[in-house]
């Protein structure tokens, strides 16, 4: 009886290693895996919403600058745009619930505007906040 116990205790601890192994090991390869899968559409995800927002700060600037009927309905326009942001969010959380991080987003981000840019300007330009 007593050695019927000590191999089913056995038996559990090696299981319990065995999958504690595979856990660690796997974890960054479904990482990897779920990053290359969601890379592209991520990426257009992430070029829409930035250009969107880009669009809809330069058309409020200039209803500051020249208030008219026109600045409006330009700025009206543009929050139609904004929808691309809720599109990238949604995808964003949904990759955050499969086990991407912050930073592992961001990486999938700035690889999406590195692809897009046909030069270190075209880099600049992106990440550059002009007023």
Not at 80 to 102: A, E, P, T, V
Not at 105 to 122: H, T
Request: aromatic share 8%.
């Amino acid at each position: 009886m007593r050695l019927v116990l000590l191999r089913n205790s056995s038996f559990l601890a090696a299981t319990f290693a065995l999958g504690f192994a595979v856990a660690t090991i796997g974890a960054p390869v479904w990482k990897s895996i779920l990053m290359e899968w969601n890379q592209d559409a991520f990426g257009e995800l992430t070029y829409r919403c930035d250009h969107a927002m880009r669009a809809h700060m330069i058309a409020k600037q200039k209803l500051v600058a020249n208030p008219s009927e026109e600045s409006v309905r330009e700025v009206e326009a543009m929050e139609i745009g904004l929808l691309d942001c809720q599109n990238y969010d949604l995808m964003r959380k949904r990759l955050i619930r499969w086990g991407l991080s912050d930073n592992e987003l961001s990486e999938m981000s700035l690889r999406a505007i590195e692809d897009g840019a046909g030069s270190l300007q075209e880099v600049v330009r992106v990440h550059e906040i002009r007023y």
